[in-house]
């Protein structure tokens, strides 16, 4: 297919998301997506660049790699950009201190900041912490500031488990958004920062480089804001509606992570 | 004061908030206003017509009557303008079967409703209840609707319990709504439909009526789009700023329904 030689032309790296493309969680960790594990592992033996760009802020960066390599994965701490220590860096620059409105699997992550007299709120995606009662306690701390700073880690809307569809830290944030009348930061995908993070870890230009996701509008519409390509796999999260969202059209849709890889090898700089 | 004979000449009709302005709810049922019990008692026997229009939806209106009752209110149900009972009217006139994300204490209010294989999602404020699994339920439910219907009573910010703001039913519809990417259709204040059914009620046109409120939004705005005047009291979750919102401004703002009613006796219907 002469198409997909035009389209993916000149590519040198290749950004991965993961959960949704590499694999489900759910149950006992989750399970690899068919064909996922052999189509990393091609593409770190051929010449393209390859790096790891994820939202998921339920687990620490080490617990997360430690899970997918039981799985099978090809993947060390190093390889994957993460909003977790992202936003350790950004706390640390303009001396805030948080209140964290998170999952415990991640809470080792934040272990050397200062969390006293929180004067900002820190959420992620905090699956069942996310009750009545702790999302209260963030809403007031932030009604009591002055100047209300609320940082979430991505803003997904929702992602797959194996068990089904599952509300995203997104949903969370919009509700606090509302409740006190305040815009939240964001770090992690869509964020042009950390793409822009992502890429200069990998070392190619934009232009060299495609995303591939699960998600139209946090994956491939933020990639492409960018200027990177992107493609979307029909895995994880993928509902048919995304081949015709009103605003993001991905540069490619494939059936799964090993076909991308297929077209990859088979076109990509060439 | 000259000025007060001006905005309130010719009002003939009062419709009064409920929570924030009579009482304020919290451990053991909560605790009235000060000076509310005997405002109430006085507007009553005055010459000018009486209804409450509230978004109370944690409590049946029989619930709530008996509670202010016991706080020493003079209050029927039939004077009760409460989301529930018009949302109910909504399910049967459109032969929607809802799945209900409420608090247990509103529920009896649905008793006589179709609630299988639902075809739509009924939301409230849910207080504890707003679990992060009752949530994702709801939004399991939207998702696999075709043509997903969400409807809410009230999408309130925040109201005031005695020991602090709580989060409102609106950050929880704000989250479904995001994530579902579908826009819920709110059945209470600010809605006009609801305040034309209290005015019609009461039986007065809206320009001969006011409305006492503490939400700025919801029961300020609301009201005036309706072509009604309106007093916003320093109650409730009344807030400092609200007297400088930028896209709403009250007739007036006053201490308390003490003081609105004070006001309203001495200058109303000349």
Not at 13 to 41: F, H, K, R, T, W
Not at 59 to 79: N, P, Q, T
Not at 160 to 174: H, I, N, P, Q, R
Request: aromatic share 6%; charged share 25%.
């Amino acid at each position: 297919m002469a198409v997909w030689g035009e389209r993916l032309a000149g590519v040198r790296g290749v950004l991965l998301d993961i959960s949704g493309v590499l694999y489900d969680s759910g149950e006992g960790g989750g399970v690899p997506i068919a064909g996922s594990v052999d189509a990393v592992a091609r593409l770190k033996r051929s010449q393209l660049k390859v790096r790891f760009c994820t939202n998921e802020s339920q687990k620490s960066r080490g617990e997360l790699v430690a899970l997918l390599r039981r799985l099978g994965f090809d993947i060390s701490e190093e390889e994957v950009t993460a909003p977790a220590p992202a936003t350790c860096q950004i706390l640390k620059e303009r001396g805030l201190r948080p209140h964290l409105l998170i999952h415990d699997g991640v809470r080792s992550e934040f272990d050397q900041i200062d969390k006293s007299s929180p004067n900002c709120v820190v959420m992620a995606d905090a699956g069942e912490s996310f009750s009545y009662q702790n999302m209260n306690k963030a809403f007031q701390i932030l009604m009591e500031l002055e100047n209300p700073v609320l940082i979430s880690l991505g803003k997904g809307r929702y992602y797959k488990e194996t068990s089904g569809l599952m509300l995203d830290v997104g949903a969370y944030v919009k509700a606090l958004e509302y409740a006190c009348g305040i815009e939240a930061e964001v770090v992690g995908k869509p964020s042009p920062e950390f793409f822009k993070s992502a890429l200069q870890a990998l070392g190619v230009e934009a232009h060299q480089a495609i995303m591939i996701g699960d998600d139209i509008v946090g994956d491939i519409g933020g990639a492409q804001r960018c200027g990177m390509r992107a493609l979307q796999v029909r895995t994880g999260k993928f509902r048919p509606s995304d081949e015709h969202h009103p605003e993001v059209k991905a540069d490619g849709y494939v059936d799964n992570l090993a076909e991308a890889v297929d077209l990859l090898l088979q076109h990509a700089d060439k």
